[in-house]
Nanobody
Framework: QVHLVESGGGLVQAGDSLRLSCAAA????????LGWFRQAPGKEREFVAG?????????YFADSMRGHFATFRDDDKNTVYLYIDSLKPEDTAVYYC??????????????????WGQGTRVTVSS
């Protein structure tokens, strides 16, 4: 069983940047694909970014998220990060990290991920 805990959310101003963290315990972190999803108020959960175990730990993004997000994994710390720059009010959401036992995945589908954190809330004020 893998336990994921997100942190770093809060109330920020539009235009700010933010780094979210997701620390993992249990399982073999370095062999997993890690993903970030978000759910805005009244909307469905959507995929943001993922990073798998391919060479150089390649990241992949939802098309609508390119250029606005970056993700990086530190396997030595069992932690994955999501960087958000130029925050906008529409980025207000609960952000979740997830882990997939398939380290070769590029899935953007939440159902493919095996473990989920509880989420961290990001609120962007204008």
């Amino acid at each position: 069983q893998v336990h994921l805990v997100e942190s770093g959310g809060g109330l920020v101003q539009a235009g700010d940047s933010l780094r979210l963290s997701c620390a993992a315990a249990g399982g073999t972190f370095s062999t997993m694909t890690l993903g970030w999803f978000r759910q805005a108020p009244g909307k469905e959960r959507e995929f943001v970014a993922g990073v798998n175990t391919w060479h150089r730990r390649s990241a992949y993004f939802a098309d609508s998220m390119r250029g606005h997000f970056a993700t990086f994994r530190d396997d030595d710390k069992n932690t994955v990060y999501l960087y958000i720059d130029s925050l906008k009010p529409e980025d207000t959401a609960v952000y979740y990290c997830a882990a997939d036992d398939n380290g070769n995945s590029q899935s953007q589908y939440g159902g493919d991920f095996d473990y989920w954190g509880q989420g961290t809330r990001v609120t962007v004020s204008s």
